[in-house]
Nanobody
Framework: QVHLVDSGGGLVQPGGSLRLSCACS????????MAWFRQAPGKEWQFVAGSTGTSYNTNYVDSVKGRFTISRDNAKNTVYLQMNSLKPEDTAIYYC?????????????????WGQGTQVTVSS
């Protein structure tokens, strides 16, 4: 059974940076496309970024392109989300997710495994 643990959230001022981590146990990490989603209060779930398992192809929602970077260390079974130039509208709970199929999907329903979430608050 795959188990994901998110960490790294916190309170940061606008323009600041945070790095989220998601540690994976169980399964073969390098086989899984990994993604980050977020949910802000009163808003829909949103795909933020995704990375395939071994080819390192990535995908981002337009609103974070150039500011966020998803990366993975398959030796450490960990995926990261480096978030720079943070804005108040980035405030949300961020969740990492993994799926069995080999390609990234933007659909929340396409992911079988989820972390518990980590709160990111961008405020002055």
């Amino acid at each position: 059974q795959v188990h994901l643990v998110d960490s790294g959230g916190g309170l940061v001022q606008p323009g600041g940076s945070l790095r989220l981590s998601c540690a994976c146990s169980g399964g073969t990490f390098s086989n899984y496309p990994m993604a980050w989603f977020r949910q802000a209060p009163g808003k829909e779930w949103q795909f933020v970024a995704g990375s395939t398992g071994t080819s390192y192809n990535t995908n981002y929602v337009d609103s974070v392109k150039g500011r966020f970077t998803i990366s993975r260390d398959n030796a450490k079974n960990t995926v990261y989300l480096q978030m720079n130039s943070l804005k108040p509208e980035d405030t949300a709970i961020y969740y990492c997710a993994a799926r069995k199929a080999s390609y990234i999907t933007l659909l929340r329903s396409g992911y079988e495994y989820w972390g518990q979430g980590t709160q990111v608050t961008v405020s002055s």
